[in-house]
Each structure stands twice: as structure tokens, then as C-alpha cells.
């Protein structure tokens, strides 16, 4: 049996939250380890999952793509993420002090901003530290922990590898957004639409398509077969998703903002209408 259809990103969002607690490597840290759920728009829709807990996605990152630029969300805005989870349960604990706390199946979910053919993961850093891949690379990398990337394939481009090769705040002389570089992370599962279905459905899944207008802009379009009730579940988890929200822009105060954007230093009335 062979199906297709079409997801929009918070829907595409939806689906890999779901698939990313159905994971047995989560399973077992949720029962076992610990949980790092870094922030990230996708991980505050996994929170939802894990946890049956209310969240604003919009809210549970630092930096954020959106109003049509890239920007970094104001800190008192912020909520929920990055959030340590010990044996299911959200703990008072720093990742460092989780990692100190050595188990071998904990898991550090983490999202991205690009993703290539290869399986490799472009995340952004905005904030000349680092951010939380630097937090966290070094001892998942050296202890073997796992990363676990959910990512849609809205974020698919030719070459990670390739395009980190152009980018570092520091490099640009016009920058339309937050000024920012990228690392290429080759480590950890990445789990897109595709990976999704599997898990969920036990489903095969090709992508095929991309964009629209009207409200699917940033759409997948894919197709999926399998064994006839393999592909009707995964029919209807995919039901069960249509109608996902979008997720709300959210933009930090351009006023005080640190980032050599465009609209650095730009009061708010006198920001253009998109910004609004």
C-alpha cells in the first residue's frame, strides 16, 4: 500500500516530537539516565509529549528564524528549556551537573537549523560562546553519549559541510538578522519525517516535494509504503496531526539588542510592518 501527503512544518514538528518519545533510546534514558532537552522550538513540542506539560514553542529557544529573519528571543521571554529530566521527572540540575552524574544512556536532544543528505546537522550560534552545542560536545563525544536530532526536512540543503564554510559573525558586513556562524555536527541520530514514520508506522517514506503558499509555506511533501496496515497507521497519525497551529512569531527588542543586524538599535515604531 502507498500513501502521500503533505506536511506543514508545525505539523512536520508534531510528528517528530511523537517519534522522538516513541525512540527506545529515550525509553530507556526516561526509566534509567537522564534526559537533556536543550532548547529549541521542536523540543518545546517534544516537552509536550514527554512531559503533558503546556508549552509556547516559540518560547523555549534562544535563537529563533522568524518574522522572516533570523534573531535571538529576549531571556525573560524564555521558559521551560533547556530542561534536565531524571528518570522521567524534570530535576533542579544544570547539564553539567547531569553529566557528572555519569549514565551511559542518557540522551541530549538537540535541534538544528539545517540538515544535509548526508545526515549531517548545521546548528546556528549566535551568542559568541558557543551556545549549547558547545556546552555539551565535548563530553557527548568523548564519553559516547548520544545525540538525537529531530529536524524537518523544510531545513534540507545540499551541504553542511559546505555551507559552514561561509558563515562567522564576525565575517559579514551586512547582516539582515542576528549575525551568526554555524558548526557541522556528523555525531548523533538525526530523526526527520522519514525517521519518524518509521518508528511510528514501521512505514518507508521518500520525500518529494517542498514549499507552497497560503499556508503551507515551508511544506514536505511525501510518500510513504509499507505493508497495508503499517501505511493505514501511519495515515492516521499523520490525521491526527492535520490542523497543527502554527507556531507564533517572536523577535527580541532591536532597541538593546547586541547583534549586528540591519535593525540594531531600532525602536520598535520604527521597525518595518513584517517586524510587527
Known amino acids: 500500500m502507498k500513501a502521500v501527503f503533505t506536511l506543514v512544518p508545525s505539523e512536520s514538528r508534531r510528528l517528530l516530537a511523537k517519534a522522538t518519545v516513541a525512540m527506545p533510546e529515550v525509553q530507556v534514558a526516561k526509566e534509567k539516565a537522564y534526559i537533556i532537552l536543550c532548547g529549541g522550538v521542536t523540543n518545546g513540542f517534544i ?23 533570523l534573531c535571538v528571543t529576549p531571556e525573560e521571554e524564555r521558559h521551560i528549556l533547556p530542561m534536565v529530566i531524571y528518570k522521567g521527572e524534570p530535576v533542579d540540575k544544570t547539564m553539567q551537573e547531569a553529566f557528572e552524574d555519569f549514565h551511559i544512556e542518557t540522551v541530549v ?21 558557543g ?18 536530532f ?26 539582515l538578522g ?8 556528523s555525531k548523533g541520530k538525526l530523526i526527520t519525517e522519514i525517521e519518524a514514520l518509521k518508528i511510528l508506522a514501521n512505514v518507508e517514506a521518500k520525500h518529494i516535494a517542498s514549499g507552497g ?14 505493508g497495508d496496515d503499517d501505511v493505514k497507521k501511519a495515515i492516521s497519525i499523520v490525521e491526527s496531526i492535520k490542523g497543527e497551529p502554527p507556531v507564533q512569531g517572536l523577535i527580541g527588542d532591536c532597541e538593546v539588542c547586541k547583534y549586528d543586524c540591519r535593525y540594531q538599535g531600532f525602536k520598535y515604531e520604527d521597525l518595518p510592518e513584517y517586524l510587527k
Request: overall charge negative; proline content about 4%; some cysteine.
Open 47 to 69: 516537552a509536550q509529549e514527554l512531559l503533558g506539560i503546556e508549552t509556547e514553542p516559540q518560547r523555549c529557544t534562544a535563537g529563533i528564524s522568524s518574522k522572516r529573519m
Open 109 to 129: 536532544i538537540k535541534g538544528g537549523n539545517a540538515i544535509d543528505p548526508e545526515g549531517n546537522v548545521g546548528v546556528i550560534t549566535s551568542g559568541f560562546d
Open 131 to 148: 551556545g549549547t552545542i558547545a556546552a555539551t560536545i565535548g563530553t557527548v563525544t568523548s564519553t559516547g553519549l548520544q545525540y538525537i
Open 150 to 175: 529531530p529536524i524537518g526536512l523544510e531545513k534540507l540543503v545540499p551541504s553542511v559541510r559546505d555551507a559552514v564554510q561561509y558563515v562567522g559573525a564576525k565575517t559579514f558586513d551586512y547582516s
Open 178 to 185: 542576528a549575525n551568526f556562524g554555524m558548526y557541522c555536527i
Open 213 to 226: 503558499v497560503g499556508g503551507s509555506e515551508g511544506a514536505v511533501v511525501l510518500v510513504a509504503w509499507g
